[in-house]
């Protein structure tokens, strides 16, 4: 906290609206939409999606394995398309992520008309994830460094790689806390910045350990995305040059055919939901009560990077202990002489679509305020008044968060981001187990325990959307 | 021309830090060239050779201010895009350079030095919630940068500033509150029961509504402070005397719409006269669903949302500048609510400063010149309604460097918020508590 306390006396009227959960680093959200939630029915909604989520690992159970394998291995063939060259999709990604950066440097500096934060933070963050949970792996095509790496022929005589998914790891942490923590991520040349260091990492990485071991297993955000394209319906493999076969599947259904991971994957996984998580945990009235803050009266992030630092590895450590604990648990009901890592790995798959289900309702209400100042900034990258660009800036609007009937709407599609991300959880940790070859007593009580770790994370996350929540 | 050096760009700069900066610049620009020849010819001819008067906008973009952010940044960019239509300030385009402060104080100092080292601004502009402020002013009088709030809190005033800072666009709470006292002990009550949340913000109100009221002799009845991690206020509404005839609240925070519910509730029609600060409900919808219980209850405005039957010329022409209409609300989106209590500041601001920079003979980011301008701006003495002070008259008091308005109160009817009371300037004018003109430049 900030002053002395004649200085926080000092506090003005306009502290009222300022509430406003902040709910990401694009940061906005609005007072209002909390208070509506506050009105609403929330008790009823942690109940029904607990129930729901309950309710559908007994229906799997009850249901005969060999006609649920049957039905979950059921596909639609979409046909052949073409598809851009890898190469040159990642060219011309590497190109406009020039002009963002460029941008960045010399465009406004303002954050919500600067292109740079608006793109990474608001499209890239938040609507390629739930792109890639949609419409499987764009990154292949959209990732930046491929391109011009293939095109400087750098890659030559790679160092064996045995690092796991600890490079990952890290990259992870790192852009959490830069997102979460960090005083000023929206700013537009502090975030070049940090994307050309993370670029020449990368490259680094690339050139000593080769391609495709770096990008399927160190690259944060390339193991990030193909890992979340597995949960599209959508999915496609090669079929010959330029041509790839596209087909439906199951949601999630691909996660089960993933390898198990290593215990670092596994952590990694588990990363991807703590941090989620915990940005939506930090900026409730019990995290900063716990914190000695006073939640009407938020001081700002530079008052709660230590607290919010440790938090957000503390979150992740508790939620591994739990999901690990589920497995051993679940392994020791069950009478299992099976290994427990590949077991983790093979289940980890599942926490997958949590932490989509958690990224879609937490940064909902940002996507759609912040999607709006993307769109003018991506027609105007330089402020230079393209497109009627003023004018436009006019029409944004955040009314849908101060109105009970768009606040009721957006609440209802966060608490079924939730919902929908536990359940095709508990169906990819029945069919990971079922692939196994377990009997129905034992998948009970193998999974029982990680079943009840679904439920508990469903009522968290609908809790955490629906507390008092500021700063 | 005013200058005779251009300054060295900064690597980090922007090319033109707002689309409406830049709009102004070819608008100025523009207009010499359409005058030709005509009267004022030699002064629009200097316009367009002048080199932009920057000012820096610390604004909330991000952080738990975002939300007012906005509604400053609408607000500020039509005020720029006017004066720099009108031929800039002092001959010279505005330049806007919009920086988040991340409604935090520790960025809001970083802000500043940016402005000054890198951005190399003439003045800075703009922050309103008030820990920012005291994060942010030590910096600005450190850096010898005059550095103009609009903030409403009575850290300017109190002395706890430095003679750098100014508030000359919108009264501080202090006086808002006081200002509240004689007509709701003339009209509502004298026994008051003030209901607040239980931290600085609450006492600010608890300490000079009480004050104000005692002399007017009424008397505080009963105060209910209510933590700030309340949710529910069922069990504080019994506490109220009975014998009280005015609510005094404040609540705020995401549990505001319970609040009101639940009062509601307890009440039912037979109730106390209830009287709050707008602060509440700034930028929500009146006639939203849960708050027909404030029908026929009273609202301190700093200015009216709702546009009044003799609403002024000076009303008119600033909705429709910024656009707004005539609920309070976004043209392009009737239920986008506008923060209309606050905003006006930063429109009163901008002109202060054109009046203070054109009066102090300003020219360059010099300390000699910034000087002037902190001397200039502290002998003022006041501003008449008008299209630049759109709010109504104020006086400023240069030793406080604060500036004292008039104030409304008005009641719910309809959903809609009309003024039944504007208070006298002299109604929440108080004893100088400092004296900034006695400290060094």
């Given amino acids: 906290m900030r002053g002395d306390a004649r200085g926080s006396a000092r506090w003005s009227a306009p502290c009222a609206l300022g509430f406003v959960a902040a709910s990401t680093t694009p940061a906005f959200a609005h007072t209002t939409e909390r208070a509506f939630i506050l009105l609403l029915p929330t008790g009823y909604y942690l109940l029904g999606g607990a129930l729901a989520v309950a309710g559908s690992f007994m229906i799997l159970l009850a249901l005969p394995a060999e006609r649920l394998k049957r039905w979950s291995d059921a596909r639609w063939t979409l046909g052949r398309l073409r598809v851009p060259n890898e190469t040159g999709a990642s060219l011309a990604s590497f190109a406009i992520l020039v002009v963002l950066l460029t941008a960045g440097y010399v465009g406004s500096r303002d954050p919500l008309d600067n292109p740079l934060p608006l793109t990474v933070w608001t499209i890239w963050w938040i609507g390629l994830t739930i792109a890639h949970a949609l419409f499987g792996n764009l990154w292949r095509y959209l990732n930046p460094w491929a391109g011009p790496f293939r095109l400087l022929g750098l890659r030559k005589a790679p160092l064996p790689y045995h690092l796991g998914y600890w490079p990952a790891i890290i990259g992870l942490l790192a852009f959490a806390w830069f997102e979460l923590v960090h005083l000023a991520p929206n700013d537009p040349a502090v975030l070049a910045q940090a994307i050309i260091l993370y670029t020449i990492a990368t490259w680094i990485g690339m050139a000593l350990f080769g391609e495709e071991a770096w990008l399927s297993r160190a690259e944060t955000f390339s193991v990030f995305f193909s890992l979340i394209a597995r949960i599209a319906p959508l999915q496609s493999e090669p079929a010959a040059t330029a041509l790839r076969q596209f087909k439906l599947l199951i949601p999630g259904r691909a996660l089960v055919d993933l390898a198990p991971l290593p215990p670092s994957g596994v952590l990694f996984v588990l990363l991807t939901l703590a941090a989620v998580s915990f940005d939506g945990l930090s900026k409730t009235f019990w995290w900063l009560g716990l914190n000695g803050i006073n939640p009407l009266e938020f001081p700002g992030r530079s008052a709660v990077m230590s607290v919010n630092s440790i938090g957000l590895v503390a979150l992740w450590g508790v939620l591994g202990a739990a999901f690990l604990a589920c497995i051993w648990i679940g392994r020791a009901l069950a009478g299992s002489r099976d290994p427990f890592w590949p077991r983790a790995g093979a289940l980890a798959a599942s926490i997958l679509p949590i932490s989509v289900g958690y990224q879609f309702a937490h940064y909902l209400t940002a996507f759609l305020v912040n999607g709006q100042y993307a769109a003018i900034a991506l027609t105007d990258p330089f402020a230079l008044g393209w497109f009627n660009s003023e004018e436009r800036m006019h029409r944004i609007t955040t009314s849908f968060l101060s109105h009970r009937a768009g606040v009721t709407l957006i609440w209802n599609l966060q608490a079924a981001g939730i919902v929908i991300g536990h359940i095709i959880a508990v169906l990819v940790a029945h069919l990971v187990t079922l692939r196994a070859g377990a009997d129905r007593m034992t998948t009970l009580l193998s999974q029982a325990p990680l079943a009840v770790l679904m439920v508990a994370y469903t009522l968290f996350g609908l809790w955490l959307l629906s507390t008092p929540a500021a700063g | ?441």
């Fill in chain 2, 1 to 441: 021309m005013t200058r005779s050096k251009t300054p060295k760009s900064n690597n980090q700069k922007s090319l033109i830090s707002r689309r409406a900066a830049l709009k102004g610049l070819g608008a100025v620009a523009g207009g010499s060239a359409a005058l030709g020849l005509a009267p004022g010819f030699v002064r629009y001819i200097q316009v367009s050779a002048a080199e932009p008067l920057k000012i820096g906008f610390q604004a909330h973009r991000t952080g738990i201010g975002a939300a007012y952010g906005r509604w400053y940044e609408r607000t500020t960019n039509a005020a720029v895009k006017l004066i720099n239509d009108a031929g800039g300030i002092a001959g010279r385009p505005i330049q806007l350079i919009t920086e988040d402060d991340g409604t935090d104080p520790k960025r809001g100092s970083e802000v500043v030095e940016k402005f000054a080292s890198q951005h190399k601004v003439d003045i800075t502009f703009g922050t309103l919630f008030s820990h920012v402020v005291m994060g942010s002013a030590p910096r600005a009088g450190e850096l010898k940068m005059p550095y103009y709030v609009v903030s409403e809190g009575h850290h300017v005033a109190s002395g706890a500033l430095n003679r750098y800072t100014f508030q000359p666009g919108i009264t501080d709470v202090k006086a808002q509150v006081s200002s509240m006292a004689p007509w709701i002990a003339g009209n509502l009550g004298k026994k008051i029961t003030m209901i607040f949340p239980d931290y600085a913000f609450g006492y600010d109100h608890r300490d000079y509504f009480s004050a104000a009221i005692e002399k007017q002799g009424g008397q505080v009845l009963k105060l209910l402070p209510i933590p700030a991690t309340e949710t529910s206020y069922t069990k504080y509404f019994p506490q109220i005397p009975s014998d009280t005839e005015v609510l005094y609240h404040v609540m705020v925070g995401p549990g505001v719409l319970t609040f009101v519910k639940e009062m509601g509730e307890f009440y039912g029609s037979n109730r106390p006269q209830i009287f709050g600060f707008i602060d509440s409900l700034e930028a929500v919808d009146i006639a939203s669903p849960g708050l027909e219980f404030l029908d026929g209850t009273y609202f301190w405005e700093a200015y009216p949302r709702y546009a009044q039957a003799n609403q002024s010329e000076a009303d008119k022409f600033y909705r429709a500048a910024v656009g707004v209409d005539n609920n309070g609300a976004s043209l392009e989106d009737s239920k986008d609510v506008a923060t209309y209590s606050h905003m006006f500041g930063c429109w009163e601001t901008l002109y202060i400063i054109k009046e203070a920079v054109e009066a102090s003979g300003y020219q360059s980011a010099t300390a000699a010149d910034k000087k002037k301008l902190v001397e200039a701006t502290e002998a003022m003495k006041g501003w008449k309604e008008g299209n630049e002070h759109p709010q109504g008259d104020k006086t400023f008091v240069g030793q406080i460097h604060q500036c004292f308005g008039h104030q409304f109160i008005s009641k719910v009817a309809g959903g809609k918020l009309e003024v039944v009371h504007k208070t006298e300037i002299a109604d929440g004018t108080y004893e100088p508590e400092t004296d900034y003109t006695k400290m060094a430049l």
